[in-house]
């Protein structure tokens, strides 16, 4: 039966119910509250809303968006031309989308090419435990860069807390973030959220900069972390 109604909701928040942040906000508790099948709340229900309030705010209908991580936004974002990039894409290109079913450091772009560029939890996991590519974030953001046009837009959210490498993903913290953006981007807004026992409640990046992970299950992190950064011209 939870597997029914998660395949439903899945769908509801494909849809995007025309970008609707309390759509969103609501599948997005429901779908994350039955898969965990426990009092938890993914992250999405944060990340989702925040990004599609920063595009309402910054974006300009018909600018280019590269989509780094197929994560649920394609209606939302149906005013605009979009490539997605994702090994395991299940979108598919139509007008309006390009679909890249591919690592994103596998992908070269003109230079300037994009106004925004948008990364909802996944550069966590990218080069994870790959020898030749300790820094695979870092070079997935260098390539997001080159790719933005002089003083685009990147919005991207991560999870956060006490740094640490896991076998699917990374969690960052202050450090690591500035790393990754180096000197290409500045930061013109962030915030933090961490779990506190039954909701998702606004932090300071101290607050987030400790948060652990649920209890008896070390691979949901409890913190997250959501930057918008400009690209320097």
Known sequence: MSHVIRKLLYRYLRQGRRGSHIAYSFGAYLYWLISARRLYVGTRIVEIPWVLKQLHNHAKSGERILQVGDVLLYKALQRHHIELVDMDAEEKSRPGLKVHKTDIRSVRFPQGYFDIAISISTLEHIGIHEPKFPSG?????????????????????????????????????????????????????????????????????????????????????????????????
Do not use: C, H
């Open 137 to 233: 974030d870092k070079l997935a953001v260098d390539i997001i860069s080159e790719a933005l046009k002089p003083g685009g837009l990147f919005l991207l959210t991560v999870p956060f807390g006490k740094p640490v490498v896991l076998d699917k993903f990374r969690v960052y913290d202050k450090a690591r973030l500035d790393y990754i953006l180096g000197d290409k981007f500045s930061i013109d807004e962030e915030a933090f959220f961490i779990w506190n026992k039954f909701k998702w409640q606004r932090a300071s990046s101290e607050e987030a900069g400790i948060a652990g992970f649920l209890k008896n299950n070390p691979s949901i992190n409890l913190g997250v972390a959501l930057v918008k950064a400009m690209k320097v011209n």
